[in-house]
């Protein structure tokens, strides 16, 4: 039976035993995201949690499963949640989809994903390109409509800007590319990144580079584990994170989850 979990030491404990896979999650019990945050687990007979589910109700409903390999238990908590909403858009294991289909769940059009961290960050840059500069709140009209012809449709939320961690650059007055966070906590010492565009007519000039190395050099000395999800067909920007020192840690799928 899947028990609502509201001990946070026992489950930051738990995801630490991963942190490259689930620095998301374990950012989301910082006091900034928490109260978005719902988390389920089944336990062993001896009491350990063997699996967690994250729901996270954000831009839109979010369903992340966490467990490692133990697909029994994931089995067994898939069966015993309840109260999900009727869709949701989920985070798995390629091998959890199987079990979300056998509980009456239908994936639509999975997209195959890869989580890398930050584990070589010598080869970051010495210091940030200076055409870099940090947004905040004050930007917010700006950044919206940056991202309404860069990146439509992204996961953006716009209380992240309050991080103080997304940065811009700008060339003629106007933005060229972002980079920021989907995830920041120097309590639980993690960072996700995310919502990286580049504006389409200035791409392949190294901007989303730029972002992102100055970015990764603000967030080493606040935290200890930085990462990211990207699209495993997202050739470029894959190449782009391995050159400042990111590496693939896991595959995983997204989708949204009809019942």
Same mark, same amino acid.
């Given at each position: ?19 490259? #896979? ?24 001896? +009491? *350990?949690? *063997? ?6 109700? $954000? ?21 015993? #949640?309840?109260?999900?909403?009727? =869709? ?15 509980? $009456?769940?239908? /994936? ?10 930050? =584990? ?5 840059? /010495?210091?940030? &390109? ?11 009209? =700006? ?5 309404? *012809? ?22 003629? $007055?106007? %933005? =060229? ?11 639980? *010492? ?16 190294? %901007? ?42 896991? &595959?995983?799928?997204? +989708?949204?989850?009809?019942?």
């Amino acid at each position: 039976m899947a028990e609502e979990l509201r001990d946070d030491a026992e489950i930051g404990a738990f995801l630490g035993r991963w942190p490259d #896979l689930y620095l998301y999650e374990i950012g989301d019990l910082d006091p900034f995201a928490r109260p978005l945050a719902t988390y389920h687990g089944v336990r062993a007979a001896d +009491g *350990r949690l *063997r699996a967690i589910s994250l729901l996270y109700d $954000g831009v839109d409903p979010t369903w992340l499963l966490l467990g490692r390999d133990d697909l029994p238990a994931m089995e067994a908590l898939i069966g015993g #949640l309840q109260g999900l909403p009727p =869709r949701v858009y989920i985070h798995a294991a390629p091998a959890v989809l199987p079990l979300l289909e056998a509980a $009456g769940w239908r /994936v639509a059009t999975p997209s195959d994903h890869l989580k890398m961290s930050l =584990r070589a960050p010598d080869r970051l840059p /010495v210091e940030p &390109d200076p055409r870099v500069a940090a947004l905040s709140t004050d930007d917010s009209e =700006r950044v919206h409509g940056f991202y309404a *012809r860069a990146y439509p449709g992204n996961w953006y939320d716009p209380r992240m800007l309050a991080t103080g961690r997304y940065v811009g650059l700008e060339e003629d $007055g106007a %933005l =060229r590319a972002i980079a920021g966070v989907h995830v920041w906590s120097t309590e639980r *010492r993690v960072a996700a990144l995310g919502n990286i565009a580049t504006d389409p007519a200035h791409r392949g000039r190294g %901007l989303g580079t730029a972002v992102t190395a100055a970015l990764c050099l603000q967030l080493r000395h606040e935290v200890h584990t930085i990462g990211l999800n990207v699209a495993a067909d997202n050739h470029a920007a894959i190449r782009c994170y391995e050159r400042l020192g990111f590496a693939v840690v896991a &595959d995983y799928v997204e +989708g949204f989850a009809e019942r």
